[in-house]
């Protein structure tokens, strides 16, 4: 459980760094909403159809 809220944390961090560097906030919005998709597929779906 430490290393996944570290992990978390550790995205979160990056995050923030990334908002200070992209001034356009439609961008960084859709990025946001991209990464989460891809966090969600990943978190739920990643290990595809276990039989």
């Known amino acids: 459980m430490k290393r996944v ?3 978390a944390m550790f995205c ?3 995050g923030i760094l990334l908002m200070m560097l992209i001034d356009n906030e439609v961008a960084g919005f859709f ?3 991209g990464l989460m998709f891809v966090g969600y ?3 739920c779906c990643g290990g595809g159809k276990k039989k």
Do not use: R
Request: charge should be neutral.
């Open 5 to 7: 809220l570290g992990f």
């Open 31 to 33: 990025l946001a909403v």
């Open 41 to 43: 597929q990943l978190f």
């Open 12 to 14: 979160i961090a990056l």
